[in-house]
T-cell receptor
Framework: GQQVMQIPQYQHVQEGEDFTTYCNSSTTLSNIQWYKQRPGGHPVFLIQ?????EVKKQKRLTFQFGEAKKNSSLHITATQTTDVGTYFC??????????FGSGTQLTVLP | KAGVTQTPRYLIKTRGQQVTLSCSPISGHRSVSWYQQTPGQGLQFLFEYFSETQRNKGNFPGRFSGRQFSNSRSEMNVSTLELGDSALYLC??????????FGPGTRLTVL
């Protein structure tokens, strides 16, 4: 079955440093979605990428979808303490249900 | 629109008991999916219901079941609880099998 892998599993950064998480799928994806889960909270939808090579920005967050539509990345510029949480990527599987990556837990040290 | 609601928010059960969790999706959303989240296994897909029919099922034993009502509200049931069933159970609704809008979850502890 489809597998979605994310690295790193954990990332500690000093406030103001940049952060990147990478997502790789074993199969080509029709789209990829990113979610953020704050500590003690639930996953919240951030964005969806559909086109090969697509790049989207949300303030300090930059999302990329690979040319082969099998990988994606989320980059945060100048992290803030409000960025703390776990970031998940997710892609539709063969049966069209979403398969989530294992997530990257981001800690921002003040 | 009101968001996805789940009840109860917290639950403590003992091994061997059964439990029913409830989810009310966003108004107009006909798809409801259930996920189990544990520290070690991440977000694991349980099943998805659409218009009262189970459309997809994850790799969980038959002790885990669900249903959806005509108003799109959904319930999931876990019978013969095991210690390993302790987890956060998340419900998510969507207009299609796409963007998932998650509820706050039900934290189940099995003693």
């Amino acid at each position: 079955g489809q597998q979605v892998m994310q690295i790193p599993q954990y990332q500690h950064v000093q406030e103001g440093e940049d952060f990147t998480t990478y997502c790789n799928s074993s199969t080509t994806l029709s789209n990829i979605q990113w979610y953020k889960q704050r500590p003690g909270g639930h996953p919240v939808f951030l964005i969806q990428l559909v086109k090969s090579g697509e790049v989207k920005k949300q303030k300090r967050l930059t999302f990329q979808f690979g040319e082969a539509k099998k990988n994606s990345s989320l980059h945060i510029t100048a992290t803030q303490t409000t960025d703390v949480g776990t970031y998940f990527c997710a892609g539709p599987g063969s049966a069209r249900q979403l398969t989530f990556g294992s997530g990257t837990q981001l800690t921002v040290l003040p | 629109k009101a968001g996805v609601t789940q009840t109860p928010r917290y639950l403590i059960k003992t091994r061997g008991q059964q439990v029913t969790l409830s989810c009310s999706p966003i108004s107009g959303h006909r798809s409801v999916s259930w996920y189990q989240q544990t520290p070690g296994q991440g977000l694991q897909f349980l099943f998805e219901y659409f218009s009262e029919t189970q459309r997809n099922k994850g790799n969980f034993p038959g002790r885990f079941s669900g249903r959806q009502f005509s108003n799109s509200r959904s319930e999931m049931n876990v019978s013969t609880l095991e210690l390993g069933d302790s987890a956060l159970y998340l419900c998510a609704s969507s207009e299609s099998q796409n963007t998932q809008y998650f509820g706050p979850g039900t934290r189940l502890t099995v003693l």
